[in-house]
């Protein structure tokens, strides 16, 4: 198995658990929307809490020129540290949602 295709097998693995996660105080589902074509993975939260409609993405990563860049991590722990314990080197792992020059001080990739 190529690189990317590892990669793809691992964010599907990491990410699939979310689509289980119950909430104790809102009615809201995670649901997931994976397109290997373009290589987005996203998680979305979609329901209500009391009367309010709740709909947002919680994680987005996406494979761009050989690394894997988390665009929004809404997780509690780090879905990064989560990629790095599945196999996915942290050179390998870039943080979309820090500006560029954060980047070089997270001990993940810069791009």
């Not at 290997?36 to 020129?65: F, K, M, P």
């Not at 860049?69 to 809404?74: C, T």
């Amino acid at each position: 198995m190529d690189t990317l295709s590892g990669y793809r097998q691992i964010i599907r693995e990491v990410l699939n658990p979310y689509t289980h996660l119950a909430y104790a105080n809102v009615d809201v589902r995670n649901l997931a929307a994976f397109d290997a074509d373009t290589d987005q993975y996203v998680i979305l939260s979609e329901g209500w809490n009391g009367q309010r409609h709740h709909h947002g993405c919680l994680i987005h990563i996406e494979i761009r020129n050989g690394k894997v860049w988390v665009q929004r991590d809404g997780t509690e722990d780090g879905i990064a540290n989560e990629l790095v314990a599945a196999g996915i080197p942290e050179t390998d792992i870039v943080l979309g949602f820090h500006e560029p020059s954060v980047r070089p001080h997270t001990g993940f990739a810069v791009a």
